[in-house]
């Protein structure tokens, strides 16, 4: 295998990247220049390495002297809304409309697997639930 096809593979592996897209963004990650792929390169390892998840949320932030991110160390409304990703997350946060808590749990729970508990953050759930890190909570809101 040639080194566009290991390309192709490693961006096949992202979300949404089928076979076709991945060999056009390896060709074009190819004829782009050194300085673009050492750029790109750089910016994904510090975003790895810059990156922790909120202990109460579970979302992925940039990290910061607490441990809890951006959202979470606001006083917000005493609603906890139960999301499947970040990027859900990210898309109900930049409409305004809503002011409470979050839960990312990691994707959906996959019911044909044998442990699809393994998959998901129900546990993780269940223990901040379990121990009242969200006071008073009037309401919970499953958006899937």
């Given at each position: 295998?040639?080194?566009?096809?290991?390309l192709?593979?490693y961006?096949r592996?992202?979300?949404?990247?089928?076979?076709?897209?991945?060999?056009?963004?390896?060709?074009?990650?190819?004829?782009?220049?050194?300085?673009?792929?050492?750029?790109?390169?750089?910016?994904?390892?510090?975003?790895?390495?810059?990156?922790?998840?909120?202990?109460?949320?579970?979302?992925?932030?940039?990290?910061t002297?607490?441990?809890?991110?951006?959202?979470?160390?606001?006083?917000?409304?005493?609603?906890?809304?139960?999301?499947?990703?970040?990027?859900?997350?990210?898309?109900?946060?930049?409409?305004g409309?809503?002011?409470?808590?979050?839960?990312?749990?990691?994707?959906t729970?996959?019911?044909?697997?044998?442990?699809?508990?393994?998959?998901?953050?129900?546990?993780?759930?269940k223990?901040?639930?379990?121990?009242?890190?969200?006071?008073?909570?009037?309401?919970?809101?499953?958006a899937?």
């Amino acid at each position: 295998m040639n080194e566009i096809h290991t390309l192709a593979d490693y961006i096949r592996e992202l979300p949404g990247i089928g076979p076709r897209q991945a060999k056009r963004l390896a060709y074009y990650l190819v004829r782009r220049s050194d300085d673009y792929a050492i750029k790109l390169s750089e910016s994904i390892r510090k975003a790895r390495s810059n990156t922790v998840t909120c202990t109460k949320c579970q979302r992925l932030y940039t990290k910061t002297n607490s441990s809890l991110c951006d959202i979470c160390g606001k006083q917000r409304d005493n609603v906890l809304m139960i999301l499947p990703s970040d990027t859900d997350l990210d898309h109900v946060e930049k409409t305004g409309a809503y002011h409470g808590y979050y839960f990312v749990l990691g994707g959906t729970v996959p019911i044909l697997e044998k442990e699809p508990e393994k998959k998901v953050r129900i546990h993780r759930l269940k223990s901040i639930l379990e121990s009242k890190i969200y006071l008073d909570l009037e309401e919970i809101i499953f958006a899937f």
